[in-house]
């Protein structure tokens, strides 16, 4: 079985989430089926990060765009789209903050409306522009080369990808996280009710659910995202194939728990940086919320993790939670011991690898239910669930209060997390997923002769 994979974020160095979800996978799958990766168009990995990253997959064929010294008719044309989509979205951006900064003047406002924030996020969006030319014949090329059954394009912004796939090879898609379902939970999250938000919302489903429609195959990281787009899709293909299929968690974040060592948490800590808006709002809303309340009553104040814009972190300087945005932190186990890690996430979709990362470690966990989606964990037995500021208070208290009991949710949580997440596991689910496409295509075709 050979599978080629196509991702558009980097898979290294292990900066976000992502490229932790997929590097999970490919390294165990590399040991049950012949792995072939593209790494993305604009690969910006070094000769020895590259190098770093094939050791790291020694049984997979890494293939990469040889973009040096090429000026070619189709290179300039791709650079010359750039540009021009890059002016596009910079003046729109510019013009964005222009009104913005007027809105707040005018209004001696700190925020100015959802509603407008909302249009300036998805009006600004541009996630299917036709492709570099040279990366389609590279993929076509490496589908020839290797003989590829299986071509699974990973990302919302690869979805345009499935159109230069020959017809006779089997296509699967990797939803990280669903397009529409994130704008629908922006809207309910932000309680956004006019016109123009439907128009978004609708628009950006039809062109998802038309692109996805050509895949023989989606992959789903949690049950919810996976209903809303069968019941969407098979009436349109009835022949797709769905699957929930989470991704792992690393065996080298498992961190051994020992009673002897355990300590009272001291702080609270977020890991992510502000480039996804779903971080943003769970910060902002923290902050907003619960954060000094917390403070005052406990003493524990919020560490955020991860790359943020100077003017958020000016924003909170000073404030009264004595929230502190610490940056990138290169061992985040160390950094994260005697904490409580929180994921107050109301927008988005597909799984969280904070909260899978926190629970692997022994660290423990209080999240919205939404964030919860596709971890199957419980209230009280293995995480703490919280909505607003009181149920977040009394998570705290909850788990400051008795360390025992603290103890036995984070070992509930560990066992979890290896139970139903490990490399083995889910790869196992992803496997049998790509062997039922394949006999499926084999079935068509005999009924076809």
Not at 419 to 428: A, D, P
């Amino acid at each position: 079985m050979n599978i080629l994979i196509v991702s558009y974020y980097q898979i290294y160095p292990f900066e976000i989430g992502a490229s932790i979800a997929q590097f999970g996978m490919i390294e165990y799958l590399s040991n049950l089926c012949n792995i072939i990766l593209l790494l993305p168009e604009n690969n910006t990995l070094t000769d020895n990060q590259l190098a770093e990253l094939q050791k790291l997959l020694p049984k997979v064929k890494i293939y990469v765009l040889d973009s040096k010294n090429d000026l070619s008719y189709n290179k300039i044309l791709s650079l010359i789209f750039k540009l021009y989509n890059f002016v596009h979205i910079f003046k729109s951006k510019v013009k964005n903050k222009i009104k913005k900064i007027s809105f707040l003047h005018k209004n001696n406002k700190i925020n100015y409306s959802a509603e407008q924030e909302f249009l300036d996020i998805y009006y600004s969006y541009n996630l299917f522009p036709l492709r570099n030319s040279k990366y389609i014949y590279k993929i076509n090329e490496i589908i020839i080369k290797e003989k590829i059954d299986i071509v699974q394009l990973e990302f919302v912004e690869n979805l345009n990808l499935v159109s230069s796939i020959p017809q006779n090879v089997k296509k699967v898609f990797v939803q990280h996280e669903c397009l529409f379902y994130r704008i629908k939970s922006h809207i309910n999250a932000k309680k956004i009710n006019f016109l123009l938000s439907q128009y978004v919302l609708n628009f950006y489903k039809n062109i998802e659910l038309s692109l996805l429609s050509d895949f023989d195959g989606i992959l789903s990281f949690n049950n919810l995202e996976n209903l809303f787009l069968e019941s969407s899709l098979k009436p349109i293909n009835p022949n797709i194939e769905f699957c929930v299929s989470p991704y792992p968690v690393l065996e080298k974040d498992f961190q051994k728990l020992d009673r002897k060592l355990f300590r009272k948490p001291n702080k609270l800590i977020f890991v992510g940086g502000d480039q996804h808006l779903p971080n943003k709002d769970a910060v902002e809303w923290f902050i907003s919320e619960a954060a000094v309340e917390i403070f005052q009553k406990f003493g524990l104040k919020l560490y955020v993790v991860g790359k943020w814009q100077p003017e958020i972190v000016k924003k909170y300087k000073n404030h009264p939670s004595g929230v502190e945005f610490v940056g990138f932190i290169e061992d985040l186990y160390e950094f994260s011991k005697n904490s409580i890690s929180i994921a107050p996430i109301r927008i988005g979709g597909g799984l969280k690898t904070k909260i899978m990362l926190a629970m692997a470690q022994g660290i423990p966990v209080i999240c919205t239910k939404f964030a919860l989606e596709g971890i199957h964990a419980n209230h009280l037995e293995s995480v703490m669930i919280a909505e607003d500021k009181d149920s977040f208070s009394f998570a705290v208290e909850y788990l400051i209060t008795d360390l025992e009991r603290t103890f036995l949710i984070c070992q509930n949580a560990q066992n979890l997390m290896r139970q139903n997440y490990s490399q083995g596991v889910v790869s196992e689910i992803r496997y049998n997923f790509y062997k039922n496409i394949l006999k499926s295509n084999e079935i068509l075709e005999s009924v076809g002769s």
